[in-house]
């Protein structure tokens, strides 16, 4: 799973592994991939993140600086292109 600094929620890596490392190598989260999804190894990954609001306030940063707020409509419109041609 993944530990986002955004949204306060969880991304399963099963559901995206490559996406939750690509996540935690560009600094924007934590990623705890199957082994290591243990209430230890979920203590290890969370709890640097709640003594340090530096910390969270980077990564927050960095997963703001990945996001593409206009990413629904760039797919629609490619959809919609590639059904008409």
């Given at each position: 799973?993944?530990?986002?600094?955004?949204?306060?929620?969880?991304?399963p890596t099963?559901?995206?592994?490559?996406?939750?490392?690509?996540?935690?190598?560009?600094?924007?989260?934590?990623?705890?991939?199957?082994?290591?999804?243990?209430?230890?190894?979920?203590?290890?990954?969370?709890?640097?993140?709640?003594?340090?609001?530096?910390?969270?306030?980077?990564?927050?940063?960095?997963?703001?600086?990945?996001?593409?707020?206009?990413?629904?409509?760039?797919?629609?419109?490619?959809?919609?292109?590639?059904?008409?041609?």
């Open positions: 799973m993944t530990l986002p600094a955004f949204h306060g929620g969880f991304v099963h559901s995206s592994p490559v996406l939750a490392l690509h996540l935690q190598e560009t600094g924007a989260a934590v990623a705890l991939l199957r082994d290591a999804v243990t209430p230890e190894g979920l203590r290890s990954a969370v709890a640097p993140l709640t003594t340090s609001p530096g910390e969270r306030r980077r990564m927050a940063q960095q997963a703001r600086s990945l996001g593409r707020p206009d990413a629904a409509d760039r797919l629609a419109e490619v959809l919609l292109d590639v059904a008409t041609t």
